[in-house]
């Protein structure tokens, strides 16, 4: 057999995982590293938190799944806590991001089929974003390296550059039924825009009855230091996609939206044999019992602003390597002036401190949201080590 068992579309580097610790992974190999990954912000409690485990054993112990067809007092429970906690009027929960930004798009969609708008299906979304991998999804990105090989893409999406507002005005034509925006992108580069940006789109949007999307799958949960990043820029949109650390490395996610947009989902339009299921429930509980409350989420806005001064300070020793930090939160972009993905193996490989690469020559820097002043310490440590060490000539 030519061919791994297991399908070779991950180019999967020689670290093999076998535990975590608080912040850090363990390999096969006994070596420790400091996890300034998260899984790719998923981990938000890091690893082993005991509060996330006992409820995902209990509950293990009581029951797992459960089809839709029935009632669910779980669901019903993560729910109602969502919708207190947010912009939101009601929840669909999916297994993952990709799921919940296509439950967004049909939402979005349905909304304008069920008020009688049948050619507002059109969506225009932003270049270098990202969206997840399913057909629908990858089709709402602009980046054709996601589209090789899975060609002709679906149809109903217009994108613009990220931050251009006359653009978006340009686009905005009779087809057109929403806005779907990463309101921090993370694999295009952590690019933040500005409140004036997002503010327009609202009120473009309002103006012409679009519905506005907020894809805060890997921004959204706590990790830049308000519960969902849209509450910093002083804008709600309609329908928002959750994933990633709502359920702390469990598989799950969620799309949010108000009573006026969820109005074309109604009974049978939509589903998901596993979306809610019960373990996840008891994972996303747990979660919102460590985060959702203003003491946590000032833990993360203190670690955030100590970090990015760090490395302010740190760049500055380097200028032929790193450009600027940028992001909110512990959701950090280090952009470099070269591309990323070698500095970011050879601080994995030689330093055993696990970072991200991203789009516009970035390095992604997401730890887990418990960590402390000693994790930073240890993390400015490896990084200067790292930068000190390293040779361009690694990345030929």
Not at 61 to 82: C, F, I, K
Not at 96 to 121: F, M, P, W
């Amino acid at each position: 057999m030519s061919i791994s068992s297991l399908m070779p579309v991950y180019p999967r580097c020689a670290f093999r995982p076998v535990r975590g610790e608080h912040c850090h992974l363990i390999g096969e190999d006994g070596r420790r590293y400091l996890d300034f990954a998260s899984g790719i912000a998923v981990n938000l409690l890091g690893h082993s938190h005991e509060g996330l485990i006992g409820a995902i054993q209990q509950q293990a112990a009581t029951l797992m799944h459960v089809s839709n067809l029935y009632g669910s007092p779980q669901q019903e429970s993560v729910a109602d806590r969502l919708v207190e906690l947010t912009f939101a009027d009601t929840v669909f929960f999916t297994n993952s991001g990709a799921e919940a930004v296509e439950c967004a798009i049909k939402t979005a969609r349905a909304y304008h089929q069920h008020v009688g708008n049948l050619d507002k299906y059109e969506l225009i979304t932003f270049k270098e974003a990202f969206h997840g991998r399913t057909l629908g999804t990858i089709s709402a990105s602009n980046q054709e390296k996601m589209h090789k090989g899975f060609l002709p893409i679906l149809p109903g999406f217009k994108y613009v550059d990220f931050g251009d507002l006359e653009a978006v005005k340009a686009a905005i034509g009779p087809n057109t039924g929403g806005i779907l925006i990463e309101p921090i992108q993370g694999e295009g580069g952590v690019k933040v825009p500005t409140d004036e940006f997002l503010q327009a789109l609202r009120a473009l949007c309002d103006e012409h009855d679009l519905m506005l999307i907020f894809d805060e799958v890997q921004c959204g949960v706590a990790r830049t230091g308000t519960f969902f990043a849209y509450e910093q820029f002083g804008v709600v949109p309609d329908i928002l996609a959750s994933a990633k650390g709502i359920g702390g490395g469990f598989p799950l996610g969620a799309c949010l939206a108000t009573e006026k947009a969820a109005r074309g989902m109604v009974a049978g339009t939509h589903g998901s044999t596993y979306g809610g299921n019960p373990l996840g429930m008891a994972a996303a509980n747990a979660v919102l019992d460590a985060v959702a409350n203003e003491p946590f989420l000032a833990h993360v806005r203190d670690m955030s602003a100590k970090l990015t001064g760090r490395l302010e300070q740190f760049i500055g020793n380097y200028p032929d390597m790193f450009e600027l930090v940028r992001g909110r939160g512990l959701m950090l972009g280090l952009k470099m002036k070269m591309e990323p993905r070698p500095f970011v193996a050879h601080l994995r490989d030689n330093h055993q401190l696990l970072c991200v690469s991203a789009g516009d020559k970035t390095m992604r820097i997401l730890p887990p949201l418990v960590i402390d002043e000693s994790h930073i310490d240890e993390f400015m440590d490896k990084l200067s080590a790292g930068a000190a060490s390293y040779s361009p000539e690694e990345a030929a």
